[in-house]
T-cell receptor, first 111, second 113 residues
Framework: SQQGEEDPQALSIQEGENATMNCSYK?????LQWYRQNSGRGLVHLILIRSNEREKHSGRLRVTLDTSKKSSSLLITASRAADTASYFC???????????FGTGTSLTVIP | NAGVTQTPKFQVLKTGQSMTLQCAQD?????MSWYRQDPGMGLRLIHYSVGAGITDQGEVPNGYNVSRSTTEDFPLRLLSAAPSQTSVYFC????????????FGEGSRLTVL
């Protein structure tokens, strides 16, 4: 069974608005990462947050992690049409070298 | 710097045929892995390797073999293709296993008829 689940499955917003997507997972983790995938392309790493961190920023991205609720959120501020993509969370478990990906959130930013 | 290179990009097979998806990285990464991506299922780990000569199973290993004879290469073999193996396959590598970001190839789209 999959470790991570994102919601919503799809999100459509106007350019300039903020986009928030959530990830829930099932078991204890070392780290949680967010990736972006443009249509027909491979995944690209966005940001990594460690299990002992609660919040992390990178440019227009803000990630939070709540290990008590086993959940994370990715906020993209001031969205652009170029942010249109699918976004995935990935977790690696405390006992192994395996990364588990969620089902992804498809974000559409309308110009 | 090519990063992670996958070949072929597209392949059509008949049921029962075998083939190898190639993956090569030029970043001297110890960790390499294979995923399959299916609609609505996200990415699922097939096999992974933490270094040359070491491989292990992921979430969905049945029907696939891997080997890691060099640091650079991590081929994925389909022994007897089945329609259920129609998918997009991604190879990914990392400096380390559980603490590093994954670098992905562009994917190999496989159709099994």
């Amino acid at each position: 069974s999959q470790q991570g689940e994102e919601d919503p499955q799809a999100l459509s917003i106007q350019e300039g608005e903020n986009a928030t997507m959530n990830c829930s997972y099932k078991t204890s983790i070392n780290n949680l990462q967010w990736y972006r995938q443009n249509s027909g392309r491979g995944l690209v790493h966005l940001i990594l947050i460690r299990s002992n961190e609660r919040e992390k920023h990178s440019g227009r991205l803000r990630v939070t992690l709540d290990t008590s609720k086993k959940s994370s959120s990715l906020l993209i501020t001031a969205s652009r049409a170029a942010d249109t993509a699918s976004y995935f969370c990935a977790t690696d478990l405390t006992h192994g070298n395996q990364f588990y990906f969620g089902t992804g959130t498809s974000l559409t930013v309308i110009p | 710097n090519a990063g992670v290179t996958q070949t072929p990009k597209f392949q059509v097979l008949k049921t029962g045929q075998s083939m190898t998806l190639q993956c090569a990285q030029d970043m001297n990464h110890e960790y390499m892995s294979w995923y399959r991506q299916d609609p609505g299922m996200g990415l699922r780990l097939i096999h992974y390797s933490v270094g040359a000569g070491i491989t292990d199973q992921g979430e969905v290993p049945n029907g696939y073999n891997v080997s890691r004879s060099t640091t650079e290469d991590f081929p994925l073999r389909l022994l007897s293709a089945a329609p259920s193996q129609t998918s997009v396959y991604f190879c990914a590598s990392s400096w380390t296993g559980s603490t590093g970001e994954l670098f992905f190839g562009e994917g190999s789209r496989l159709t099994v008829l």
